[in-house]
T-cell receptor, first 114, second 112 residues
Framework: DGGITQSPKYLFRKEGQNVTLSCEQN?????MYWYRQDPGQGLRLIYY???????QKGDIAEGYSVSREKKESFPLTVTSAQKNPTAFYLC?????????????FGSGTRLTVV | GENVEQHPSTLSVQEGDSAVIKCTYS??????FPWYKQELGKRPQLIID?????GEKKDQRIAVTLNKTAKHFSLHITETQPEDSAVYFC???????????FGKGTLLTVNP
């Protein structure tokens, strides 16, 4: 996966359940991002972290939480407060806090509520 | 805040024709504009980018043009092939916070 790995590839969540999506990178990138992709909506930013132990809300952070305890890892928790969690979730990383080197994306996790 | 408008949302061309996708942006401080290609079920991949100090950049059949005065940039694909079929996203880097804001995407279909 080009140095950034998301797991699992498919995830099923029951109503009222929290689930955590994993994102790991071995690129030594400082910044990491979580995007949600819905048909016709493009990529919408959930959370991002430009340095370890720090993260910021994106445009659609409600119902989600993150942590950045290690440089390599940026897990996303979809909580029961997220009313419409079914979507394709993409994690990305970039070398530093700017975007000038381009984003490297993981292969994504497809989350479905059952 | 940053906003990127992308048009058209769908584009169908015959193999060998050219395809053009246009984006407009709101953040006049932006200096970096990448384009990503996402094939069905796969992750987006950077195909070309442009910085504000140039007006055009070309890489084989792909080119990007930038008009900073008008705040729009375009992706041009010449001699299209069926393998060019994918969703294409434009993006801009925020001038103050450096994160990327994406357009909603264009589904390009190249018919053989």
């Amino acid at each position: 996966d080009g140095g950034i790995t998301q797991s699992p590839k498919y995830l099923f969540r029951k109503e009222g359940q929290n689930v955590t999506l994993s994102c790991e990178q071995n690129l030594n990138h400082d910044a990491m991002y979580w995007y949600r992709q819905d048909p016709g909506q493009g990529l919408r930013l959930i959370y991002y972290s430009q340095i370890v132990n720090d993260f910021q809300k994106g445009d659609i952070a409600e119902g989600y939480s993150v942590s950045r305890e290690k440089k390599e890892s940026f897990p996303l928790t979809v909580t029961s407060a997220q009313k419409n969690p079914t979507a394709f979730y993409l994690c990305a990383s970039t070398r530093d806090s700017t975007s000038r080197y381009g984003y490297t994306f993981g292969s994504g996790t497809r989350l479905t509520v059952v | 805040g940053e906003n990127v408008e992308q048009h058209p949302s769908t584009l169908s061309v015959q193999e060998g024709d050219s395809a053009v996708i246009k984006c407009t942006y709101s953040d006049s401080a932006s200096n970096y504009f990448p384009w990503y290609k996402q094939e069905l079920g796969k992750r987006p991949q950077l195909i070309i980018d442009i910085r504000s100090n140039v007006g055009e950049k070309k890489d084989q059949r792909i080119a990007v043009t930038l008009n900073k005065t008008a705040k729009h940039f375009s992706l041009h694909i010449t001699e299209t092939q069926p393998e060019d079929s994918a969703v294409y996203f434009c993006a801009q880097e925020g001038g103050s916070n450096y994160k990327l804001t994406f357009g909603k995407g264009t589904l390009l279909t190249v018919n053989p």
